[in-house]
C-alpha cells in the first residue's frame, strides 16, 4: 500500500506514503482514488485531507514511469486532479515539506491548501527537459499572478510556502501552518471548518490575466531565449502560460498536454531525465550496501599548498571542516594559504560570499611543517608532484603518523593507487581522491577503489563527496582511471586529424558546436600541453605500439606549452585568454605532414565530431566490460560534470545510445578503412558490438 486511508471523527485523511519521495506512480494514483472512493460513499465524512508522509508531500510523477505505458495508465494524475477537483466534498491539501511538479499540481487541484512554513514549493519539470504536465502552466498563473507563474516554471526553482502566501491577492495557500508539527491538527480544524461551505472555491474558475500580456511575454521569451539555446523547455513552458491567459480553461490544458508529450519524446528531454538518475545512481556502489556504516571526519590534512592543495582544503572549509595544510618549505606553505585567501577575497569582491563566512573559513584553516601535527587528522589527501618516488615518500610518512582508522587518499590523476597504497601497512585504508582542477570549483570527483580499499573507507569518501557538493564516481585502478584514460583517446584521434588535413581551430570550432565547452587544443592550452607531453614519454616504453599524431609533442619542443607560455596550439596576447590561430603552429604541422608523406584533405565537422565523440564512446565500453566503471551513467556524469560534455546530450554513452549503436559501430567500420587513421583504434569493442547485436543499449 503507497496510500494510506483514516478517518479522524467526519474528516478523512489521504495519506500519501510511497517513500522515498512520495513519486506520483501508477499504483499511488489508483489508491488515492479508490480512497476518494471510500470517502465519496461515507456520509460520515464531511471533508477530506490530502497529505504525504516521509520526507515529501509528494516530489511530482515518478520520473522513472516516463516513455513506459504506466506512465498515461489510467487513472492518469490528470484523472487524479480532476477527481479531486470535481470531488462533491472539499479536498484540503496539507503540506508539510517538498511539494513539487505533480504533487504541487495535485494540490492546486485540491479546493484548499495549507501549508507549513518552509515547506520547498516547485515546478521543477523544466530542468528535466519538460514542463508542468498536469495544469500546472494554468492553475499556478490563476493561483499566484502570470509573472510570479513564470518565474517559477521557467527556473524550476523551489520557493518557500510562507514566501508564496505573501504575495498579494494570491489564492494559493488559505492557511500557513504555525508549524509541521502542527500543520495536520491545523488542517484537521481547518477541513471541518469549511466542510459545509459551498460553492467548493476552484483554481480553475479563476482567470491569468496580465495588464501587458503581449509585451510581458515578448520580454519573457527574449530573457529565456538566451538560456535555452539547447533546450526547447523553457520557451514551451511560456507558451503555456500566455495560453493560460489566452484560452479558456480547457483549451489551455489540452495545449499544455500537447506541448508536454511532444517535449516528453525530445533527445534532451531524456538526456536531462538520464541525468538526473545518473547523478543519484553514481553515489551507489553495487557492493557497498548503502547501510554500510561510515568514518567520522571531524578535521581533515592536505599534503601539497599546490593548486591542488589549495582547491581542495577550500572545499572542506567551504563544508565546515577544519584542515591542516602541510609543505616542505614556510615559503610554499605562506604562498598556498595566499592563494586560497586570494579566491575567497575575490568571491567576497563579487558578492559571492559574505565577509563573515570567509573569515569563518579561514579560522578552520591552520598550518604545518611538521607531519607530527597531523596526528588528529581523521583523512589525509596528498596532492604533490605527480612522481611515485614522491608518493612513496608522503604516504611512509602519513602511515607512520596518521591515527589508526584514519583515511590517506592520494589525488593522483595518473598513478597506481595500488602501488601507492603498498607503501604503508594500511593498504585497506588508501584511495583515490582524484579532483579536477580548479579543485574548489569542478563537481566532479573519481573516487579510486584499490584492490584493498576497504568499503567503509569507499562509503565514507562518498558521503563527504556529497557534504562538499561534488558528484563522486567510483573507478577502479587502471591508466587514467575513467575521465582521462577516455581523453587519451579522444586526443589521439585529434591529432590524428591534424595530420590528415585539419587545423586545430577546426576542430575546436566543430567540436563547441556540437556542444563541448571548449575542444581539445584550446583545453590543452588550458591545463598546459606539457602535462600530457610528460605523461606520453613516461609511458613511451609501454605505448610504443600506440600510434600518436607527433604533432603535440613537435608544439612541446617548441616551448609552447598553451596559455601559461602565452603560446600553444594557439597564440595569446599577454594576460588575455583568447586563442588566437597561430602561423607558427600550422607551418609545423603543413612541414609535419610534408616529412609524412601526407597529404591534407578537406575533412567536415562531422567527422570531426564522430572520430572524437565515438572514440570516446569506444573506450567507454571498453572501461564499462572491464568493470572499472560499474555502470554507463558512471561514465556520462564524469563527462558532464568534468569534461564540459554538453549536458543536453546526457554525456556519450547516451549519446551514443541516442545516436543508435548499430549506427555508432557502422560508423567506426567507416573509419577503419582509413588508411591513415589506426584501424586497431577503430576496432569496436565487443560489449558495444554484443549490446547492438542484441538491440540493447548502455544506458
Ligand atoms: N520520480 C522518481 N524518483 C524520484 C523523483 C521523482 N519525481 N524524485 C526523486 N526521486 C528519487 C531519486 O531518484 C532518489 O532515488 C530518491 O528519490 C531520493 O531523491 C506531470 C511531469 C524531491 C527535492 O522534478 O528534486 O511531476 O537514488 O536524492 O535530496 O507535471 O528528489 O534513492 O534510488 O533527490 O531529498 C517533477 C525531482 C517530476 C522533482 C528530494 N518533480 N526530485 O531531494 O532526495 S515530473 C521533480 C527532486 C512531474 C508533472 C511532471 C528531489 C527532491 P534513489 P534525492 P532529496
Not at 479536498?91 to 485540491?110: D, K, N, P, S
Not at 570567509?358 to 611543517?369: F, W
Not at 608522503?394 to 591515527?403: G, R
Not at 585568454?577 to 603543413?590: G, L, Q
Amino acid at each position: 500500500m503507497t496510500v494510506e486511508y483514516k478517518v479522524h471523527s467526519n474528516i478523512a485523511v489521504i495519506t500519501l506514503n510511497n517513500p522515498p519521495v512520495n513519486g506520483m506512480n501508477y499504483e499511488t494514483r489508483k489508491q488515492i482514488c479508490a480512497s476518494l472512493d471510500q470517502a465519496a460513499n461515507d456520509d460520515t465524512v464531511a471533508a477530506v485531507v490530502i497529505t504525504g508522509a516521509g520526507k515529501a508531500f509528494s516530489g511530482g510523477a515518478d520520473i522513472k514511469e516516463f516513455n513506459t505505458p504506466k506512465m498515461s495508465q489510467e487513472p492518469s494524475l490528470h484523472s487524479v486532479i480532476n477527481a479531486v477537483e470535481s470531488f462533491e466534498k472539499p479536498v484540503i491539501a496539507a503540506i508539510h515539506t517538498v511539494c513539487m511538479g505533480g504533487g504541487l499540481e495535485l494540490a492546486l487541484g485540491c479546493h484548499y491548501r495549507i501549508a507549513a512554513p518552509g515547506a520547498q514549493i516547485a515546478l521543477p519539470e523544466v530542468k528535466l527537459g519538460l514542463l508542468p504536465g498536469a495544469g500546472g502552466t494554468q492553475r499556478l498563473p490563476r493561483a499566484i499572478g502570470v509573472e510570479n507563474a513564470l518565474n517559477m516554471i521557467v527556473s524550476g526553482e523551489p520557493v518557500k510556502s510562507e514566501m508564496l502566501a505573501k504575495l498579494s491577492d494570491q489564492k494559493l495557500f488559505d492557511r500557513i501552518a504555525s508549524s509541521p508539527e502542527t500543520l495536520m491538527e491545523e488542517a484537521l480544524t481547518f477541513a471541518s471548518h469549511v466542510a459545509t461551505i459551498r460553492p467548493l472555491p476552484l483554481i480553475r474558475h479563476l482567470k491569468a490575466s496580465h495588464p501587458n500580456a503581449d509585451g510581458y511575454f515578448a520580454f519573457a521569451r527574449n530573457t529565456v531565449t538566451a538560456m535555452s539555446k539547447h533546450f526547447p523547455a523553457p520557451l514551451k513552458c511560456i507558451d503555456c502560460i500566455e495560453a493560460a491567459v489566452q484560452k479558456k480553461f480547457k483549451e489551455g490544458m489540452d495545449f499544455e498536454r500537447e506541448q508536454f508529450i511532444a517535449l516528453l519524446m525530445t533527445p534532451e528531454s531524456k538526456a536531462l531525465r538520464h541525468a538526473f538518475f545518473g547523478e543519484r545512481a553514481a553515489s551507489k556502489i553495487p557492493d557497498v550496501p548503502e547501510s554500510t556504516p561510515v568514518r567520522e571526519v571531524k578535521k581533515l590534512a592536505v599534503i601539497g599548498a599546490g593548486t591542488m592543495g589549495g582547491g581542495i582544503s577550500m572545499n572542506f572549509l567551504n563544508a565546515g571542516i577544519p584542515v591542516i595544510i602541510l609543505e616542505t618549505s614556510q615559503e610554499a606553505l605562506d604562498r598556498g594559504i595566499a592563494t586560497i585567501r586570494k579566491n575567497y577575497e575575490s568571491q567576497v569582491k563579487r558578492g559571492k560570499l559574505s565577509q563573515e563566512k570567509y573569515e569563518q573559513r579561514m579560522a578552520l584553516l591552520s598550518s604545518t611543517l611538521n607531519y607530527e601535527d597531523l596526528k588528529e587528522a581523521d583523512m589525509a589527501i596528498e596532492a604533490v608532484f605527480e612522481e611515485l618516488n614522491v608518493k612513496q615518500a608522503v604516504f611512509t610518512k602519513l602511515d607512520a603518523v596518521m591515527k589508526p582508522g584514519a583515511i590517506l587518499a592520494t589525488n593522483t590523476s595518473t598513478l597506481d593507487v595500488d602501488k601507492i597504497a603498498s607503501f604503508t601497512k594500511r593498504p585497506q585504508d588508501v584511495v583515490g581522491t582524484h579532483f579536477f582542477s580548479p579543485a574548489n570549483v569542478m563537481k566532479l570527483l573519481e573516487v579510486v577503489r584499490g584492490k584493498q580499499t576497504a568499503k567503509d573507507v569507499l562509503a565514507t569518501v562518498m558521503a563527504i563527496a556529497k557534504k562538499i557538493k561534488k558528484t563522486a564516481v567510483v573507478s577502479g585502478v587502471c591508466d587514467g582511471f575513467i575521465g582521462n584514460r577516455m581523453i587519451e583517446q579522444y586526443s589521439r584521434q585529434a591529432g590524428f586529424l591534424l595530420d590528415e588535413g585539419c587545423t586545430p581551430a577546426q576542430v575546436d570550432q566543430a567540436v563547441e558546436k556540437f556542444g563541448f565547452a571548449m575542444g581539445p587544443f584550446r583545453m590543452g592550452d588550458l591545463a598546459g600541453n606539457d602535462i600530457g607531453w610528460a605523461i606520453r614519454k613516461r609511458r613511451a616504453t609501454e605505448r610504443a605500439n600506440m600510434r600518436y599524431s607527433k604533432t603535440a609533442d613537435l608544439l612541446c619542443e617548441m616551448g609552447r606549452f598553451g596559455q601559461k607560455t602565452a603560446a600553444g596550439w594557439y597564440d595569446y596576447l599577454p594576460g588575455k585568454r583568447d586563442a588566437i590561430p597561430s602561423k607558427i603552429v600550422t607551418d609545423m604541422i603543413e612541414q609535419h605532414r610534408k616529412n609524412k608523406g601526407l597529404t591534407p584533405r578537406k575533412i567536415s565537422d562531422e567527422e570531426i565530431v564522430d572520430r572524437l565523440v565515438y572514440s570516446l564512446v569506444n573506450e567507454g565500453a571498453h572501461i564499462l566490460q572491464e568493470g572499472i566503471a560499474s555502470k554507463a551513467s558512471d561514465i556520462d556524469m564524469v563527462y558532464l560534470t568534468g569534461y564540459g560534455f554538453p549536458l543536453w546530450r546526457g554525456g556519450p554513452m547516451c549519446y551514443a545510445d541516442t545516436v543508435g549503436l548499430f549506427n555508432v559501430i557502422q560508423r567506426m567500420k567507416k573509419f577503419q578503412k582509413n588508411p591513415l587513421d589506426d584501424a586497431s583504434f577503430w576496432e569496436p569493442a565487443p560489449l558495444l558490438l554484443k549490446l547492438a547485436d542484441e538491440g540493447k543499449t548502455l544506458t
